[in-house]
């Protein structure tokens, strides 16, 4: 029997839909995990993982959540070589797995009065496996759903790989609100009740891997493929031909140390200036919700006006609202807090947050964007994960703590505009030409 089907109907099929959704699944489970340990590592590890209960313990405790941030770039470099040599999808499988195992160990962990420094060191060993599977994970999704995406709408189908980071956070803190209604006093908080959150996260890893698995290699990186196009050594065109970008990335990428600095620091501010830890990671859920909605839609403009404008304007507004969210903390107003809390993240930083996926993939050719998007966002990120942990060392986490978190922010945020301000705008560049160097 011979095969009818056409050559058109045997060609690559672009599905962004379902790029999407396993984008946002895949994101969800992976960030579920990772800011578990940051809301842990602000209000658990101290007590259980260090040798007392003091602000040196608290630095310490957010250290280890800066660790992953370290794994990062070394992760970057090596899931982005498979990433450009062997496909998007296949690595995306490995990243998912080796988070739900890191993230199911934590859980495990005998406590410093148990083992003693043991116990902080394989707490480190754990958060840098997270962090290895992190660095592929962002660029990974993102490079899977940028090919898949219709040319006009590559910016909105690409900010679901963001807007599932934000679900995976909402479940990280609603996983941990039964924690945190435990008194201090109740043995059961710090034993087990801690452990649970990091348990669960096993079932939601088994669900996205049966949704994960069933997504096929991208059209883009299948047709390079097949006309020889794919790159022994990515590492090496990337940085001849593209090291200006992956430059401009590492710089843009600052700008995801206000997430950390909103999601983990200002959890830790909030209880000094004498909030309850419940309605700290209140304000978390609420803000991370409303930007479910307002991401799209600022990915939505960036499709229509361009991704330059819409990535600035969540730099610029992050910087200008942070300090009235701080102060806030301050007050008597709960529904202020929670009113500057979502204009400072979900109208401020999340126009940022949607549109980094295409901006920064649509600066690279498809044999180097996993790579690319990789190297440059990890590298940028060291500073989104160490920056709890170095303003809460300049009394961030304290009383007044509000001027060095801002002036923090404000510094961050000028640096990102600049190098945002240097890159060409590509929403009008079709997906086959994005990151070619026009030569004069």
């Not at 941030?69 to 090596?78: D, E, F, L, N, W």
């Amino acid at each position: 029997m011979t095969d009818t089907r056409t050559a058109e109907s045997l060609e690559p099929r672009k599905t962004p839909v379902r790029a999407a959704l396993a984008s946002f699944m895949g994101s969800a489970v992976e960030y579920y995990d990772f800011f578990i340990f940051g809301t842990a590592a602000a209000l658990i590890f101290p007590r259980i993982f260090f040798p007392s209960g003091d602000d040196a313990a608290l630095v310490m405790s957010l250290a280890t959540f800066g660790f992953a941030y370290i794994a990062r770039p070394i992760g970057a470099v090596i899931l982005g070589h498979f990433g450009d040599r062997i496909g998007r999808q296949r690595v995306l499988m490995f990243t998912l797995v080796l988070m739900g195992v890191a993230t199911f160990l934590i859980g495990c962990l005998p406590t410093f009065e148990q083992i003693g420094w043991l116990a902080p060191g394989l707490l480190v060993l754990c958060r840098l496996m997270q962090g290895l599977s992190a660095a592929g994970e962002q660029a990974g999704a993102s490079s899977l759903s940028l090919e898949h995406a219709p040319d006009n709408r590559r910016s909105f189908f690409t900010s679901w790989t963001l807007t599932g980071t934000q679900g995976g956070q909402i479940l990280a803190a609603f996983a941990f609100l039964p924690v945190t209604l435990l008194d201090d006093d109740n043995p059961f908080k710090y034993e087990w009740a801690w452990r649970i959150p990091f348990w669960l996260s096993a079932v939601v890893v088994l669900v996205t891997f049966y949704i994960r698995r069933t997504l096929h290699e991208t059209p883009t990186f299948q047709d390079a493929k097949a006309s020889g196009e794919i790159a022994k050594i990515p590492l090496i065109p990337l940085m001849r031909d593209h090291w200006r970008d992956v430059l401009r990335v590492v710089l843009c990428a600052f700008v995801a140390a206000v997430s950390t600095v909103f999601g983990n620091l200002a959890i830790a501010y909030g209880v000094a200036v004498g909030l309850a830890e419940s309605i700290t990671l209140w304000l978390v859920v609420v803000a991370n919700i409303v930007a479910l909605g307002t991401q799209p839609l600022f990915a939505m403009l960036a499709d229509r006006i361009g991704r330059k404008p819409v990535f600035i304007y969540g730099a610029i507004s992050s910087a200008v609202f942070m300090p009235f969210y701080m102060l806030s903390m301050t007050g008597d107003n709960t529904l202020l807090v929670f009113v500057l809390a979502v204009l400072t993240f979900s109208c401020g930083y999340a126009a940022a947050n949607a549109v980094w996926p295409s901006f920064y993939g649509e600066m690279f050719t498809a044999r180097v964007r996993f790579s690319g998007m990789a190297i440059g966002t990890q590298l940028g990120f060291l500073m989104a994960g160490f920056a709890p942990s170095i303003v809460a060392a300049f009394g961030g986490a304290q009383e007044g703590g509000w001027v060095p978190i801002s002036i923090f922010t404000g510094i961050i945020c000028l640096v990102v505009t600049a190098a945002a301000l240097t890159a060409k705008e590509t929403k009008d560049v079709p997906t086959e030409t994005l990151g070619v160097k026009v030569v004069a």
